[in-house]
């Protein structure tokens, strides 16, 4: 979870997904260094072939790409930079740690986060990735019960957090 605080007291709570095994969210205190609304990857996407199919879905930058085929980015908006190239941005939670590093948010969540906070705001990562299932072994918590119309990729997304939250 990613907390916001107010006053020291938390005001809005998001779900996460969190840096996986290789590539591990730093812990420790941090600062916002850079906000971008509209921000991509510079090392990580997928690799598309010249009809737009995808031929690797979790792409390096530099990985080779096929004749007439190109390297897209990955979509990291409403960015907030906290420690080297890791930083909170919405994206899709699988129900596990499955990023290379960074703080996925949904994207309602990530844009409160977002516009609540400014270059030099205090971040604190803090916990670990659990050991034994992940990756794709661990089921999301949406999957519970075997209805995968409950997955947020079939269903109504998160919804917006009630305005105003911080009071």
């Known amino acids: 979870m990613a907390y916001l605080l107010h006053n020291g007291r938390p005001v809005l709570a998001s779900p996460i997904s969190s840096g996986r095994y290789g590539h591990l969210t730093k812990t420790g205190s941090f600062k916002v260094i850079e906000k971008e609304r509209t ?40 960015f907030m930079r906290f420690n080297g190239a ?16 960074c703080v996925r948010m949904p994207e309602q969540y990530a844009i409160a986060f977002f516009n609540s906070v400014s270059e030099g705001t205090p971040v604190t990562v803090f916990g670990r990735t659990p050991a034994g299932r992940y990756l794709g072994q661990s089921r999301s918590p949406f999957m519970r019960g075997g209805n995968r119309f409950a997955d947020p990729r079939f269903g109504p997304r998160f919804g917006p957090p009630p305005f105003p939250w911080w009071r």
């Open 39 to 78: 921000h991509y990857s510079s090392m990580y996407g997928k690799i598309v072939d010249g009809r737009g199919n995808t031929i690797v879905a979790d792409a390096d930058a530099d990985m080779s790409v096929p004749r007439g085929g190109k390297f897209i980015p990955a979509p990291m908006h409403y």
């Open 86 to 101: 890791d930083g909170m941005h919405a994206g899709y939670l699988p129900g596990y740690p499955a990023s290379h590093g």
